[in-house]
């Protein structure tokens, strides 16, 4: 029987998993339709509280699992959708949020009740989303069913009924829309040689490297390759000493010093531009970069990250990208260009406002968050790039950092 894995089964592979590289399960229904039962019986753990109160689930709770033989998922379980307090619609509407990053939503619904308008409203909300679903008619062993929705599966959470053949479907259906790709494609080769360089300033994290860094050795690792980390200052030793380079990848902070110390012959990139191509969105942001070149007193700019993390005094996004804008453009006053700010899983409602978008390399969202952004921006006719391809751009190296993916 397919299930769910503790840390004893598939542990490494389930704590080792980015979220960002996890399938997204998301549960929506009314208030004691069952979703906090259903989350435990699903998972085996009691991770959501459960009680008759409505309401008891007042914010969306997220779990990391391995879901057999999937792989790596995140659940995420909602507040109920029919919760009318001030509050509650404000919770509900943000919960909503989570359509968007969903893989498969999980539509729980109470089998011992006729459907309500709230439900009906919410069905036609995902029909519309183009997003996989299944409803789910959980509390089946209720002496007669009542809800009239096409429910794809009944089950009862507290008795077990039917819980694994509802793993097995949420498996089969992600496995089914599941894409093997690699963050490198085939910019390089087994054995390759690839010379990563990542600054150690202030903004990098004490002990450890960033996300993005990590999952392009493993993978380099994983296909047999040999990773070389470097500082910049480093370089100029590194290329004396090692022959066959294929590859540098570099933090996009330092592109320009990266690109004045590696020999032409070399192909470079950065991390923040492979990860564009890995989510799916390399072309609409490079094509975006341009209108660098046309902003204007006054305009606004947002500078948006995937991630949530404490701002250093030289941090890439709020410091460096504004300062390397301004001097692009010539416009230095403070006053001459507006930038504002948004990180983790907050983006405007609103984007009219802006100028331009300039994205981090989004590796903590998963690929449905990244293209719904772009797919929100490019609506409302808002053109969005991203770090690495901005800051190649404005250094006049955009064409040599575009070059090792030309062929992917």
């Keep these: 029987m397919q299930g769910i894995s503790g840390s004893s089964m598939g542990g490494l592979n389930m704590n080792t998993t980015p979220v960002g590289e996890r399938a997204s399960i998301v549960i929506f229904g009314c208030c004691n339709a069952g979703k906090s039962s259903l989350i435990n019986a699903i998972t085996s753990?009691?991770?959501?509280?459960?009680?008759?109160?409505?309401?008891?689930?007042?914010?969306?709770?997220?779990?990391?699992?391995?879901?057999?033989?999937?792989?790596?998922?995140v659940i995420t379980d909602t507040p109920g959708l029919d919760d009318k307090s001030t509050l509650g619609t404000?919770?509900?509407?943000?919960?909503?949020?989570?359509?968007?990053?969903?893989?498969?939503?999980?539509?729980?619904?109470?089998?011992?009740?006729?459907?309500?308008?709230?439900?009906?409203?919410?069905?036609?909300?995902?029909?519309?989303?183009?997003?996989?679903?299944?409803?789910?008619?959980?509390?089946?062993?209720?002496?007669?069913?009542?809800?009239?929705?096409?429910?794809?599966?009944?089950?009862?959470?507290?008795?077990?009924?039917?819980?694994?053949?509802?793993?097995?479907?949420?498996?089969?259906?992600?496995?089914?829309?599941?894409?093997?790709?690699t963050i490198l494609g085939n910019m390089m080769k087994e054995k390759d040689i690839i010379l990563l360089v990542t600054p150690i300033d202030a903004s990098a994290p004490k002990g450890r490297l960033i996300?993005?860094?990590?999952?392009?050795?493993?993978?380099?690792?994983?296909?047999?390759?040999?990773?070389?980390?470097?500082?910049?200052?480093?370089?100029?030793?590194?290329?004396?000493?090692?022959?066959?380079?294929?590859?540098?990848?570099?933090?996009?902070?330092?592109?320009?010093?990266?690109?004045e110390a590696v020999p032409e012959d070399i192909p470079l990139t950065s991390f923040s531009i492979i990860f564009a191509n890995y989510k799916g969105a390399l072309q609409s942001?490079?094509?975006?970069?341009?209108?660098?070149?046309?902003?204007?007193?006054?305009?606004?700019?947002?500078?948006?990250?995937?991630?949530?993390?404490?701002?250093?005094?030289?941090?890439?996004?709020?410091?460096?990208?504004?300062?390397?804008?301004?001097?692009?453009?010539?416009?230095?006053?403070?006053?001459?260009?507006?930038?504002?700010?948004?990180?983790?899983?907050?983006?405007?409602?609103?984007?009219s406002m802006y100028k331009m978008i300039i994205h981090c390399g989004a590796c903590m969202l998963n690929e449905n968050q990244m293209k719904t952004r772009m797919k929100f921006a490019k609506e409302r006719e808002i053109p969005m790039t991203n770090y690495g391809i901005a800051i190649a751009y404005m250094n006049g190296i955009l064409k040599r950092a575009m070059e090792p993916l030309k062929n992917i």
């Design 45 to 73: 753990q009691n991770i959501a509280i459960v009680s008759d109160i409505r309401g008891t689930t007042t914010d969306p709770v997220k779990k990391t699992m391995e879901l057999l033989p999937f792989g790596p998922v």
């Design 90 to 181: 404000l919770r509900v509407e943000k919960s909503l949020d989570f359509i968007n990053q969903a893989d498969l939503i999980l539509f729980v619904v109470d089998a011992s009740r006729e459907a309500t308008s709230d439900e009906l409203i919410f069905l036609d909300k995902i029909k519309s989303s183009d997003k996989k679903y299944l409803i789910v008619g959980n509390k089946c062993d209720c002496e007669i069913i009542k809800n009239d929705l096409k429910v794809d599966i009944y089950v009862s959470a507290l008795k077990d009924i039917n819980i694994g053949k509802l793993k097995n479907m949420i498996s089969d259906i992600l496995s089914a829309g599941k894409k093997e790709k």
């Design 211 to 259: 996300l993005p860094q990590q999952q392009v050795i493993r993978e380099i690792l994983d296909r047999h390759g040999i990773a070389i980390e470097v500082q910049v200052n480093e370089i100029k030793d590194a290329l004396e000493r090692i022959e066959n380079i294929s590859l540098v990848i570099c933090d996009s902070q330092v592109f320009k010093e990266v690109d």
């Design 285 to 351: 942001l490079y094509s975006a970069a341009k209108v660098l070149d046309t902003l204007k007193r006054g305009d606004r700019i947002l500078i948006s990250e995937g991630c949530t993390h404490h701002r250093q005094c030289e941090d890439i996004g709020s410091v460096k990208i504004p300062k390397l804008v301004r001097k692009h453009t010539g416009l230095f006053d403070e006053d001459d260009l507006i930038f504002e700010f948004s990180s983790g899983g907050e983006f405007p409602k609103d984007v």
